[in-house]
Each structure stands twice: as C-alpha cells, then as structure tokens.
C-alpha cells in the first residue's frame, strides 16, 4: 500500500469498520465498506463484485473511486486481473497492471497502476466474488498492509454470504407464494384453536370471500354438520395429528352459505414451533365442470384436425389448383433438407405461411422459427437486430443484445422482405450463409450458429442485382431453392376454397351461423382481381360476416377495378359481357339501387331506363334481398 496506509492499527481499522457500517446492511453496507478501505488504506478506488454466470462474468455491487459511488455495472471476467483470484487466493500486481492485461482498456484512462485483490470465499470454498482495490501509484503489498485488506475482506465476504442467504430465501418465499396462489385447489391452515392462519387465492374464489375477512375466523364456519364432527373427530384422535382424506358426499359452506360437493385431505404441519393442520380442499362441481370442458375441448380439437387434414388443405394453407398442389409437392421436398429456400410472392399471398410449413415439415420442428421484417427497421438498425450487439457499441445500447441469428440457432430464421437489406447488412448475411459465423455490432468475438435461412421477397432480385441494389453472390446464395408463390388471380378456382375458409373461422370469432356465400357475392368474388391477394380476400369475409343478417354471407362493398381496369401487370382477360355486367352492378350499388330520375343509374350509364332494366333481366342482375 502506500506509505500513508499504516496510521491504522488493527484495533483502529476494526474500529472504523464498525463505525461506518454498525448502522446497514446489503447495499449500503458495501458501499461504506468501500468507502473506508479506500481512507484506511490510502488508495483510489475500491469496488466489492460477486461471481455470476459460473464465475464468467463479475457483477459490481459497490464501488468508491475516491469521490463519488459508481453506479452498479457487470464485465466478463475473461483477460483481467479479476480473474486471476479465482483459483481463491490474494493477488497483487503492485506495478505496471496494464501492461500485464492490455485487453483490460478501461483501466487506461483512470491511469491506473496498480490493483490488489481478495476472493470473497463461501463456507464450502466456494469464490462468491472479491474485493479489490486499485491506485494510480506504484502499491507495496507488506504483510501488514495485506492484512489489514484481509480484515476488509472478512467483512466483504461475511456480507455477500448473508445477502445470498437472503436471497435464496426470498425466491424460496416468493416460490412458495406463487405456488400458493397458481394452485387450482383451496389450501387452507388453521391452528389448534381451529382459526384460520392461511387462505389461498383458490380459497377466495372457492368460499367467495377475500383472505383478509377469513384469517382469524373460525373454520367451523365453513363447514356443515358432518364436516364438522369430521373435524372433532380428528382433533380427538388418540393416535395424534396424522393425515386423512375425507370421505365421498362431504360437504362446505361458502361465505354466502350456499353448500356444496367437496374432497379434502387434512395434514399436521409444525412451523415456528406452532403445530398447525393443512385442509387442501376441492370443489367437486369444479371437477365435474372442467371435466365436461375438456371433454368438449378433445370433440372439438378431434374436428379441427379432420380439417386441417381435409385433402385441400395444406400446412394451413387451402387450395386445390394445379399450381398449388405443384408448390405443395415442392414444399415438401425441400422441407427436410437445409437448403436455403428464397420465396417470391406478391404482398399478401402467404409467404410466411410457405415458411413457417418448411420449419414444421423439417428436422428443427422442435427448435425455434424467428422471423424478421427486413423493411420493418431502419437500415442502421438491421445489422444490431440480425447480429446482435455489444454494451456501448452505439448510442442506447445500455446492454448486450442477442441477435436473430443467435436466438434462432439450431432452428430457422425467416428474414420477410430481405430485398430491402442494406448494403452492409447484405455483405454480413453473406459471410453468414457462407461460414455460419459472425460478430456482434461493437465486438470483436466471432459467434458461430447452426440456422437454416428462409428468405422472401415480393422484389424481383435478379432485376435489383442487374441494377446494383442487391449483392449478386447473395441473391445466388439465397436462390439456392426458389419458390414462387401465385397471386391468388391466378388460382381462381381456389377462391370458393378460401372464402369458405375464411367465413368459418370468422363465424367462430364472431359467434354467428351462416348456410354459406349468396351464390351473386360468390360470383363477384371470382371475377375480381385481388391486388390485395389473400390478405385481402379474408379482410373482405370477415366485413361481410360483421354485416350480413341473413342466413347466407352477402358481400355489399364494391369489388371494383383499378383504374384501367385490371390490377397492375394484369391483363383482363373477362368478357364483354363480363365486364359490362361488373360495370353496372358498380353504378346501381353507388345509387343504391335507383334507376330513374336524375341521380339514378340509368343518367349515369347513359342509357334510357327501359334500355337499363333490359339490360338488368339479361344479364341477371337482381337487387339483393333486404337482410
């Protein structure tokens, strides 16, 4: 230490200990000790850590450097001189400590020259942490120096192994409480005088009335006749406190003294040297109720999976077009093998459906699926998303963060709309793909994963690699298997599939019962063009479902063209008639109906009346039934 250390004798530092910590524990405790150790010992900082993570990581509890308190921070003890007292014995490196640990830079700035460290060690021999100290001087460690650190130390260590009792009790409490409180059954404690001492949240619900109001009530109270003779009966036992159950067609009272079906089982238990008696307590129509739910659960989960198993249906996908049951087969012959699949789909065809069936048809079904919305983020926020980043590594990034990669390893990560990465982004998901190995955002740690990569795109990336916005040998590491995903315009056939689909389950959210689709609202649905795709088919079922009265689905809103006619890049390939008769059903239902007069359809199509409703009869356009 330095020369001015030893004006304290021993007696003097046990003094100044008791003096500055007599009055705390924990926390503020620590914080004094430090404190004084840096006075009694005339260096410049002290801090107390404990261990965590297997003794990989330090976290600082308290630390004084010679002017104020830090505030509490964790480090890898990985390369620094707090690692070196793990072996459990006093380390000191009374000079140049920089030199000896050049990858501990925050020592740099504080000029500091010198650190003397002590394990903090369990009653096992166990090290819990250390305590340390550090100066910006050359430090003699002289044996008297070293033990009066010792004495601080002892403090240290007797402190931390009082805090981790503490702790372990307070998880034990709270476990305990929770398992209290989550618990289905009534567990209720009463005394020898038969006053209740505890009261479950199952308890409340059970008896209908709050734990404050029934401890310190007679449990008799709760009880009928029989229950209560029970009761005597087993506190008059020549045999002692035992355990019983009681018998079938007992019966309690509940506060509102409405009686009803219980089980019970009654045990001793000694606690704080008091003798007290456990009832865990069941009401039997609970049972009964739950049982018939279940019942009704396994009937309904019996008709869901006939569904899902129905041969138009697919890993929640539903279609019977040629083009899908292609994309089907294809699906499943990638899905088990770990190549790379690139899915290109218009927005609203179910690419993330296409990905999440190659995850459950694969081999790392039981891992995670992790997805991420490539265009969701701002560009200077992908990279900390995909790899993750260190603590300090930009502004807000107050901890270390796992990435997506790191989350997803063993699994798969889906990365949606991966044409909008950035171009560093791009340039570290290639070296991904190639090595399975990268480094956070502010580390130097090179991390490896074992993830299977699905990508999609509604983009095409050829044309954006022939523009220069995508990296060439990144889309060809993503083609490796592509699939395309059809716009639903072009899988007609599978609209009245999806519709009907859709209606189902829109008719369990809602509550409400319809025979089907009005067979006009089905034709409508056909002929339309999608550019919305199948997002859009479902938003326009569940609307129709929230408004239609009537027995069967009726779609009012207009399914209208674009302007030009045809979705963008389609062509409209319906018929003349087809197209006159979309043309006026759009001018009756914008005139609700009215033919005549100034505002009616037949002004606005240019047509006499007669001509309209000659029209009309032709093409079979009739006004929907009210309701």
């Not at 479950?200 to 109270?221: K, L, T, V």
């Not at 296409?354 to 701002?378: E, Q, T, Y």
Request: charged share 25%; glycine share 6%; proline share 4%.
């Amino acid at each position: 230490m330095n020369e001015a250390a030893t004006h304290y004798d021993t007696e003097g530092i046990l003094r100044l200990i008791a003096e500055t910590t007599a009055y705390s524990t924990g926390e503020e405790f620590l914080r004094q000790l430090v404190r004084t150790v840096t006075q009694a010992l005339n260096v410049r900082i002290a801090f107390v850590a404990e261990f965590i993570n297997n003794n990989t990581v330090a976290r600082i509890l308290a630390c004084w450097d010679g002017e104020s308190f830090d505030e509490p921070r964790e480090y890898e003890l990985a390369e620094t001189p707090c690692e070196t007292v793990l072996d459990g014995e006093i380390h000191c490196f009374p000079d140049r400590v920089i030199d000896l640990f050049p990858k501990e830079r925050d020592l740099e700035p504080l000029g500091i020259r010198s650190y003397l460290a002590i394990p903090l060690l369990s009653h096992d021999g166990e090290v819990m942490g250390h305590l340390a100290i550090l100066d910006d001087k050359p430090m003699k460690s002289e044996p008297r120096d070293i033990d009066v650190f010792r004495i601080f130390g002892a403090r240290a260590c007797a402190e931390l192994q009082r805090k981790r009792f503490e702790d372990v009790l307070k998880q034990s409490e709270e476990r305990l409480s929770r398992i209290l409180a989550s618990a289905m059954d009534a567990i209720i404690a009463i005394d020898q005088e038969r006053r209740i001492v505890l009261f479950n949240h199952a308890a409340e619900r059970i008896f209908a009335c709050s734990a404050g109001w029934a401890i310190g009530q007679p449990f008799d109270r709760f009880l009928s006749r029989p229950f209560r003779s029970l009761l005597d009966e087993y506190f008059r036992g020549a045999d002692g406190p035992r355990q019983v159950w009681t018998p079938a067609g007992l019966t309690a009272v509940r506060a509102n003294r409405e009686e009803f079906p219980i089980e019970a089982s009654i045990s001793p238990l000694t606690a704080g040297g008091q003798l007290l008696y456990t009832i865990i307590l069941r009401d039997v129509n609970e049972r009964m109720k739950t049982q018939a739910e279940l019942a009704r659960l396994r009937q309904q989960n019996i008709y869901l999976q006939s569904e899902i198993e129905g041969e138009h249906k697919f890993e929640d996908m539903v279609g019977e077009s040629a083009v899908m049951k292609e994309l089907f087969a294809a699906i499943r012959s990638v899905a088990h093998v770990d190549a790379t699949v690139l899915i290109n789909g218009e927005t609203g065809t179910g690419k993330e459906l296409i990905a999440r069936a190659l995850h459950n048809l694969s081999g790392r079904k039981d891992k995670l699926f992790v997805k991420m919305n490539c265009a969701a983020l701002p560009s200077e926020l992908i990279e900390s998303e995909l790899f993750g980043h260190e603590k300090g590594a930009f502004t807000g990034a107050t901890a270390q963060r796992k990435g997506r990669f790191e989350v997803a390893d063993g699994g798969t990560l889906f990365l949606d709309e991966v044409g909008e990465l950035s171009a560093p982004a791009q340039a570290k998901l290639l070296r991904v793909l190639q090595e399975q190995e990268f480094e956070r955002v502010g580390g130097s740690r090179t991390l490896r994963v074992d993830v299977r990569i699905i990508a999609a795109t509604n983009r095409n990336l050829a044309d954006a690699v022939q523009a220069g916005a995508f990296r060439s040998d990144l889309y060809y590491r993503l083609n490796v298997f592509p699939l395309l995903l059809p716009p639903l315009r072009e899988r007609a056939e599978d609209i009245p599939l999806l519709a009907a689909h859709f209606l189902e389950r829109s008719m369990r959210r809602l509550g409400k019962s319809f025979k089907g689709i009005e067979p006009e609202s089905m034709n409508r649905l056909r002929r339309y063009h999608w550019p919305g795709n199948i997002r859009e088919l479902q938003n326009i079922i569940e609307r129709a479902a929230i408004l239609s009265a009537g027995e069967t689905l009726v779609i009012q809103e207009s399914l209208a063209p674009p302007a030009g006619g045809v979705a963008p890049g389609a062509v409209d390939l319906r018929t003349l008639e087809q197209i006159e008769d979309a043309h006026i059903r759009q001018v009756l239902q914008q005139t609700e109906w009215v033919i005549e007069g100034k505002r009616g359809a037949a002004i606005i199509l240019g047509l006499e009346p007669s001509t309209l409703r000659y029209r009309m009869q032709k093409l079979g356009i009739k006004r929907p039934t009210p309701g």
